[in-house]
C-alpha cells in the first residue's frame, strides 16, 4: 500500500506579503486592536485517556496539577479580573464550558463586566485530535448551546483544547457559525480562512505573549513578562500607522493570577491602555469589523497576480 503524500501546508490561508496585502483600518482612526484573552478552564483529575496526548506528567490521578490549575479558577482568576476591570480592558473569554457548570460564579463576574465568552471546548483534558467527525459536531454544538444558555450570547470564536485539532475542524465551525479562529497562530493580521461554507477569518492569538510559554517553558521572571508585552506593543503599534495590526494577550489564571506576577502584568496593560490610538477590543469586534469592511479585499488580494 502506499503511503499518503505529505503536504507542505494546511491549504486554510492564503499567503500574501505585507506589501502586497489591502490596508486595513481600526474605528477612530487606532492604529492597533488589543485584546485580551485569558483561557478560563477546566481540567478533570483523572481524564479519560486520549491516544494524542497525556494530559499529565505524571500517573492519573495528578493531584498536584490539578490543584495547581484549580488555583487558577479559586484564586487567580479574581485577581487578573480586577486588575483588568480598573483598567477598563474587558476579556474575551476562551472558555471550557464546564466552567458553567463547576464555576459558575466565574462566568457571571465575567458577564457583569460585558466580557466576551468564545470556545475553548467542554474540558481542557478532551481533544478533538481522535474524534470522529459526528463527536465533533456534536461537541461544538453543547459548546454553542451552553455558552448560549449561560450568557445569551452567540458563540463567534473557536480556540482548539489543548491547540490540538485535525483536517475538518474549520469546516464544522463554520456550520455552526463561528466567525474566527484562534487556532492558527500565523500572522499579526487578521487573515481569511478557506471554509467550505461561510465566512470564517483568522484572527491573531499570539504564542509568544502567551503566559505559559513565558513562564513555563522560557522561564521569565514577571517583570521580564512586562518588558515583553510593552516591546510587542511598541513594534506593532508603529507598524499600524501603515495598516492595522493586531495585539493578543493570552492569559491563564494559575499563571498570571500568582501574587507576585500581578504588579508587571498591571503596569504593561497601563502602557497600553494609556496610547490613544488603540482600539480596546473584544475578538468578536475584531473579526466582525475585519469580515465586514476587509475580508472581501484580502481574498481578492490573495487571487491577483503576484499575490
Same mark, same amino acid.
Given at each position: 500500500?502506499?503511503?499518503?503524500?505529505?503536504?507542505?501546508?494546511?491549504?486554510?490561508?492564503?499567503?500574501?506579503?505585507?506589501?502586497?496585502?489591502?490596508?486595513?483600518?481600526?474605528?477612530?482612526?487606532?492604529?492597533?486592536?488589543?485584546?485580551?484573552?485569558?483561557?478560563?478552564?477546566?481540567?478533570?483529575?483523572?481524564?479519560?485517556?486520549?491516544?494524542?496526548?497525556?494530559?499529565? #506528567?505524571?500517573?492519573?490521578?495528578?493531584?498536584?496539577?490539578?490543584?495547581?490549575?484549580?488555583?487558577?479558577?479559586?484564586?487567580?482568576?479574581?485577581?487578573?479580573?480586577?486588575?483588568?476591570?480598573?483598567?477598563?480592558?474587558? +476579556?474575551?473569554?476562551?472558555?471550557?464550558?464546564? &466552567?458553567?457548570?463547576?464555576?459558575?460564579?466565574?462566568?457571571?463576574?465575567?458577564?457583569?463586566?460585558?466580557?466576551?465568552?468564545?470556545?475553548?471546548?467542554?474540558?481542557? #483534558?478532551?481533544?478533538? =485530535?481522535?474524534?470522529?467527525?459526528?463527536?465533533?459536531?456534536?461537541? &461544538?454544538?453543547?459548546?454553542?448551546?451552553?455558552?448560549?444558555?449561560?450568557?445569551?450570547?452567540?458563540?463567534?470564536?473557536?480556540?482548539?483544547? =489543548?491547540?490540538?485539532?485535525?483536517?475538518?475542524?474549520?469546516?464544522?465551525?463554520?456550520?455552526? +457559525?463561528?466567525?474566527? #479562529?484562534?487556532?492558527?497562530?500565523?500572522?499579526?493580521?487578521?487573515?481569511?480562512?478557506?471554509?467550505?461554507?461561510?465566512?470564517?477569518?483568522?484572527?491573531?492569538?499570539?504564542?509568544?505573549?502567551?503566559? &505559559?510559554?513565558?513562564?513555563?517553558?522560557?522561564?521569565?521572571?514577571?517583570?521580564?513578562?512586562?518588558?515583553?508585552?510593552?516591546?510587542?506593543?511598541?513594534?506593532?503599534?508603529?507598524? +499600524?500607522?501603515?495598516?492595522?495590526?493586531?495585539?493578543?494577550?493570552?492569559?491563564?489564571?494559575?499563571?498570571? +493570577?500568582?501574587?507576585?506576577?500581578?504588579?508587571?502584568?498591571?503596569?504593561?496593560?497601563?502602557?497600553?491602555?494609556?496610547?490613544?490610538?488603540?482600539?480596546?477590543?473584544?475578538?468578536?469586534?475584531?473579526?466582525?469589523?475585519?469580515?465586514?469592511?476587509?475580508?472581501?479585499?484580502?481574498?481578492?488580494?490573495?487571487?491577483?497576480?503576484?499575490?
Amino acid at each position: 500500500m502506499s503511503e499518503a503524500p505529505r503536504r507542505a501546508e494546511p491549504g486554510l490561508y492564503d499567503f500574501v506579503p505585507p506589501p502586497k496585502r489591502p490596508r486595513i483600518t481600526w474605528p477612530n482612526g487606532a492604529r492597533l486592536a488589543f485584546w485580551v484573552a485569558p483561557n478560563i478552564e477546566f481540567y478533570e483529575l483523572d481524564p479519560p485517556p486520549n491516544a494524542a496526548r497525556n494530559m499529565w #506528567t505524571r500517573p492519573n490521578p495528578d493531584a498536584m496539577n490539578y490543584g495547581w490549575r484549580e488555583f487558577g479558577n479559586r484564586v487567580g482568576v479574581w485577581r487578573m479580573i480586577d486588575v483588568m476591570a480598573a483598567l477598563g480592558i474587558r +476579556g474575551s473569554v476562551s472558555l471550557n464550558v464546564a &466552567i458553567c457548570d463547576h464555576h459558575p460564579e466565574i462566568v457571571r463576574r465575567c458577564l457583569d463586566l460585558g466580557w466576551e465568552l468564545f470556545s475553548h471546548g467542554v474540558y481542557n #483534558t478532551r481533544f478533538v =485530535a481522535n474524534m470522529s467527525e459526528e463527536q465533533e459536531r456534536a461537541m &461544538i454544538r453543547d459548546v454553542v448551546d451552553t455558552i448560549r444558555r449561560a450568557s445569551g450570547q452567540q458563540v463567534e470564536g473557536w480556540l482548539s483544547p =489543548a491547540l490540538y485539532n485535525n483536517d475538518r475542524t474549520m469546516d464544522l465551525l463554520a456550520e455552526h +457559525g463561528i466567525r474566527y #479562529t484562534c487556532d492558527l497562530f500565523h500572522d499579526d493580521q487578521p487573515t481569511p480562512v478557506r471554509t467550505k461554507t461561510g465566512r470564517m477569518c483568522s484572527i491573531p492569538y499570539s504564542l509568544e505573549m502567551n503566559d &505559559i510559554l513565558v513562564y513555563a517553558r522560557q522561564m521569565q521572571t514577571p517583570r521580564e513578562y512586562g518588558r515583553m508585552i510593552k516591546a510587542q506593543f511598541d513594534q506593532l503599534y508603529e507598524e +499600524g500607522a501603515e495598516s492595522g495590526t493586531v495585539m493578543c494577550v493570552p492569559l491563564h489564571p494559575y499563571m498570571v +493570577g500568582q501574587a507576585h506576577r500581578l504588579e508587571p502584568f498591571a503596569e504593561a496593560l497601563d502602557y497600553v491602555a494609556r496610547h490613544d490610538k488603540v482600539w480596546l477590543a473584544t475578538g468578536a469586534e475584531i473579526a466582525r469589523w475585519y469580515l465586514d469592511r476587509h475580508f472581501d479585499a484580502a481574498v481578492a488580494a490573495a487571487r491577483a497576480p503576484g499575490g
